[in-house]
């Protein structure tokens, strides 16, 4: 773990790192801009008991005070959910809201790095970013996956983007992609993309033996597990294009562009679809959860291993 005291880490989370048991680590942008009280109270402590019925620790990670918080408590759950003015972090904005004291919610990227900080090496997350269509702007979640030795579990990279394009980033980076029970990359919202994996894998252990394998090597990126939503909650590709092209049009014509683009076409598609795309998100986070947790098990000790 750190030396520096820039780092508060839960007592918790503190004892299963010192002890090599399995910990996960959860972001906190589904707290404070993914959902609305208390529904974001109520899917963060579920998530977290998730992770602990699978036998790890969950460790959400958030900035307050100065410090980056590893493990929350209650009274940070609320005043993340409850606050107006919470910083969005990622790694651009980690400097400026610790220096200003501000409350943050870290998002993928900045999750991801807070993790390879204090040694934990899996992420559970919703959907990760990537490039946008036209190719210029590009998520911090990128980067980040060719920086940090971090497994990054989630139901693959967010609708809107440019998957193709996205996928081609990775393998250009050396970020490998498995998909659980799949050979595609899924959609977030749907099953499959057409875009292939690197490689499909049947269980989590066999994905933690190529985990640990990448990084006995020697690499320092990440792993991208990929874990598609079930058939029953999962939207079909041809009604999540068509609430996709009403939402991006309905964007257009309001002149709504930039970082405040992807959360208004979120809150469309879930009126849209009559909530079933926020039902979906709310799976795909519990799945992918669990999933985290099961994997922690098999790589506990593996940043020892790969000598991060």
Same mark, same amino acid.
């Given at each position: #773990?750190?030396? %520096?005291?820039?780092?508060?880490?839960?007592?918790?989370?503190?004892?299963?790192?010192?002890?090599?048991? *399995?910990? /996960?680590?959860?972001?906190?942008? !589904?707290?404070?801009?993914?959902? *609305?009280? *208390?529904?974001?109270?109520?899917?963060?402590?579920?998530?977290?008991?998730?992770?602990?019925?699978?036998?790890?620790?969950?460790?959400?990670?958030?900035?307050?005070?100065?410090?980056?918080?590893? @493990? $929350?408590?209650?009274?940070?759950?609320?005043?993340?959910?409850?606050?107006?003015?919470?910083?969005?972090?990622?790694?651009a904005h980690v400097g400026l809201v610790l220096a200003r004291r501000q409350l943050g919610a870290t998002t993928v990227a900045a999750t991801m790095w807070a993790a390879a900080? /204090?040694? $934990?090496?899996?992420?559970?997350?919703?959907?990760?970013?990537?490039?946008?269509?036209?190719?210029?702007?590009?998520?911090?979640?990128?980067?980040?996956?060719?920086? =940090?030795? /971090?497994? !990054?579990? %989630?139901?693959?990279?967010?609708?809107?983007?440019?998957?193709?394009?996205?996928?081609?980033?990775?393998?250009?980076?050396?970020?490998?992609?498995?998909?659980? @029970?799949?050979?595609?990359?899924?959609?977030?919202?749907?099953? @499959?993309?057409?875009?292939?994996?690197?490689?499909?894998?049947?269980?989590?252990?066999?994905?933690?033996?190529?985990?640990?394998?990448?990084?006995?090597?020697?690499?320092?990126?990440?792993?991208?597990?990929? !874990?598609p939503l079930a058939a029953e909650d999962a939207l079909s590709p041809q009604e999540l294009q068509s609430a996709l092209a009403q939402a991006e049009a309905e964007a257009r014509?309001?002149?709504?562009?930039?970082?405040?683009?992807?959360? =208004?076409?979120?809150?469309?598609?879930?009126?849209?679809?009559?909530?079933? %795309?926020?039902?979906?998100?709310?799976?795909?986070?519990?799945?992918?959860?669990?999933?985290?947790?099961?994997?922690?098990? =098999?790589?506990?000790?593996? #940043?020892?291993? %790969?000598?991060?």
């Amino acid at each position: #773990m750190p030396k %520096s005291d820039l780092f508060r880490i839960h007592p918790k989370v503190a004892h299963a790192l010192d002890t090599g048991e *399995p910990v /996960v680590a959860l972001e906190s942008t !589904v707290i404070a801009h993914g959902l *609305p009280y *208390p529904q974001n109270v109520a899917i963060a402590r579920e998530l977290e008991a998730i992770v602990r019925e699978e036998g790890a620790t969950p460790a959400t990670i958030a900035l307050a005070d100065g410090h980056v918080q590893v @493990g $929350i408590d209650d009274p940070l759950l609320e005043r993340l959910a409850l606050a107006d003015d919470v910083a969005k972090v990622s790694l651009a904005h980690v400097g400026l809201v610790l220096a200003r004291r501000q409350l943050g919610a870290t998002t993928v990227a900045a999750t991801m790095w807070a993790a390879a900080r /204090v040694g $934990i090496p899996v992420f559970a997350t919703g959907g990760t970013g990537g490039v946008h269509p036209g190719g210029v702007d590009i998520s911090a979640d990128l980067p980040a996956l060719a920086a =940090y030795p /971090v497994t !990054v579990v %989630s139901a693959g990279v967010k609708s809107l983007l440019d998957i193709p394009a996205t996928r081609e980033w990775l393998e250009t980076h050396g970020i490998p992609v498995l998909g659980l @029970g799949t050979d595609e990359l899924p959609g977030f919202y749907t099953r @499959g993309t057409g875009v292939k994996v690197d490689a499909r894998v049947d269980t989590v252990e066999e994905a933690a033996a190529i985990i640990q394998a990448h990084w006995r090597a020697g690499f320092r990126t990440g792993v991208l597990m990929t !874990v598609p939503l079930a058939a029953e909650d999962a939207l079909s590709p041809q009604e999540l294009q068509s609430a996709l092209a009403q939402a991006e049009a309905e964007a257009r014509e309001q002149g709504i562009g930039g970082p405040a683009l992807t959360p =208004y076409v979120l809150a469309a598609l879930a009126r849209i679809t009559q909530g079933r %795309s926020v039902q979906a998100n709310l799976q795909l986070l519990r799945q992918n959860a669990r999933i985290a947790a099961q994997l922690a098990h =098999y790589l506990r000790g593996a #940043m020892i291993t %790969s000598g991060f």
